[in-house]
């Protein structure tokens, strides 16, 4: 079966420019996990989806990050206004339920000029 | 606040040799740990899950320990592979806790040198 999927692999954005991520999860995963990975780091939990239901964003850094899943399956994390911090690759991950073994996207590598 | 602290940062072996990869963590309460491969360019893969009660775990070549006592966890990786160069990631899950119930090592990157 397909794994998690995200698009674009690769983003390059020009600074003060918004930006969409795109998530597809494994179909029939419940939760779904955005995270945030500067270079030589570890993950950075962002927030997190059960069904459409956006349960919790405390990582979510500024309010021009945003994300949704309005159908409880692919989800978006948006960027507005991206700045130059905001450059990292974004992972997204998906699990049957929460907690449960996640399983992880290849990532959006974004970087904001 | 709950950290996970990796060593070495990166690493760089002969292939065929082996090489152990070390982790302490400050979870609390503590549920599990788990052990991820991450290919460059690509997202985190689980290796293993380790609970309290569990001392080793093996997955192929891969054989983690834990010391619930001493907090400590460890990654040993016999007879090495080209293909075992990634970077390898501890992280520790609070029990009880939310969605950001986990907390991420920064990883040790393994290079296998022919």
């Known amino acids: 079966g397909a794994g998690v999927s995200q698009s674009p692999r690769y983003k390059v954005a020009k600074r003060g420019q918004d930006v969409a991520l795109r998530c597809d999860p494994i179909?029939?995963?419940?939760?779904l996990f955005w995270y945030q990975q500067a270079l030589g780091q570890g993950p950075e939990f962002l927030t997190y989806f059960q069904n459409e239901a956006q349960l919790d964003k405390s990582g979510l850094p500024s309010d021009r990050f945003f994300a949704e899943r309005p159908e409880g399956s692919v989800s978006t994390l948006k960027i507005q206004r991206t700045q130059q911090e905001d450059s990292a690759v974004y992972l997204c991950a998906s699990s049957l339920s929460n907690p449960a073994p996640q399983y992880f996207g290849p990532g959006t590598r974004l970087t904001v000029l | 606040k709950n950290q996970v602290e990796q060593s070495p940062q990166s690493l760089i072996i002969l292939e065929g040799k082996n090489c152990t990869l070390q982790c302490n963590y400050t979870v609390s309460p503590f549920s599990n740990l788990r052990w991820y491969k991450q290919d460059t360019g690509r997202g985190p893969v689980s290796l293993t899950i380790?609970?309290?009660?569990?001392n080793t775990k093996s997955n192929g070549r891969y054989t983690a320990t834990l010391d619930a006592d001493t907090k400590q966890s460890s990654l040993h990786i016999t007879a090495s592979q080209l293909s075992d160069s990634a970077s390898y990631i501890c992280?520790?899950?609070?029990?009880?806790?939310?969605?950001?119930?986990?907390?991420f090592g920064k990883g040790t990157h393994l290079i296998i040198q022919p």
């Open positions: 992280v520790g899950l609070q029990s009880g806790g939310g969605a950001d119930g986990l907390t």
């Open positions: 380790m609970t309290f009660s569990e």
């Open positions: 179909s029939g995963h419940v939760s």
